[in-house]
């Protein structure tokens, strides 16, 4: 008995074909640029990320799917280099596919939204997007939990497609300097974030102040800059206070 029903076993388990399902993300067919609109309404983004079925089985209309959106900045340490997050409240999009998706069959799904931050100079940033299926009827499991997330790297312009280009700015976190090394002009600019009452030193490495200046009350730029004529050559800190937030970097003089 024991034996007929080990054959019957192997003969079922030999007749059934397993059907595997591996939802990936093929490529971000946009944005390849961002382009602030202006610094009141911020910047638009229209993604289409094209998710591909690598596996065996059709996915079916109907099926649940999650999705998101990060624009990162690399110049942030982790954790704090996420400048906006599509859904803003939710760690992902729960939808609803519209169509099958056969075998090596893709599928676009579209963001429409406005980044309500802007930026003055242009700078690199990352798109990462994520997919994955959710909740089939079948219980199946993404057998390639891998190809599910990517990052494209791209360039965030401010609204005039202007001024310093990427390879030229310095930057780091939230204050920009440029350029750096600086001749008679020191430009400082604030990023992805509000302006508040702003003071911009330049202190020298003994911890003495060569340059201190006010800016209050100002909230539609953050675009400041110090005339650096009188300043010694050599290496300073620049340190800009933004209401309670405070700011430091190296920057260079050389006449």
Same mark, same amino acid.
């Given at each position: ?6 054959? /019957? ?25 961002? #382009? ?46 996420? /400048? ?90 939230? #204050? ?11 430009? #400082? ?67």
């Amino acid at each position: 008995m024991k034996k007929t029903l080990t054959l /019957l076993l192997l003969t079922i388990c030999a007749s059934t074909t397993f059907a595997q399902v591996n939802w990936a993300i093929k490529s971000l067919k946009s944005p390849t640029e961002l #382009v602030t609109e202006s610094s009141t309404t911020g910047t638009p983004i229209v993604a289409v990320i094209e998710c591909e079925n690598l596996g065996t089985e059709t996915v079916k209309a109907g099926d649940s799917i999650i999705f998101n959106l990060l624009v990162l900045s690399p110049d942030l340490p982790a954790g704090q280099n996420i /400048l906006y997050r599509y859904p803003e409240n939710a760690s992902y999009v729960l939808a609803v596919l519209s169509e099958d998706v056969p075998p090596n069959g893709t599928y676009d799904i579209t963001i429409n939204q406005t980044i309500p931050i802007y930026t003055s100079i242009s700078i690199n940033v990352v798109v990462g997007v994520s997919s994955y299926l959710l909740d089939r009827s079948a219980n199946l499991i993404d057998s390639d939990s891998t190809n599910n997330l990517l990052g494209a790297p791209i360039i965030w312009y401010n609204e005039y497609r202007n001024g310093v280009s990427v390879n030229e700015v310095d930057y780091n976190g939230k #204050v920009a300097a440029y350029p750096n090394p600086a001749n008679d002009i020191l430009n #400082v600019e604030l990023l992805y974030t509000k302006v508040a009452d702003v003071k911009i030193e330049l202190v020298d490495l003994v911890g003495k102040s060569v340059i201190s200046e006010g800016f209050p009350n100002l909230s539609e730029h953050g675009a400041f800059q110090l005339s650096t004529t009188s300043i010694k050559n050599g290496v300073y800190i620049l340190k800009v206070t933004n209401g309670s937030e405070i700011s430091t970097r190296k920057v260079t003089i050389s006449h």
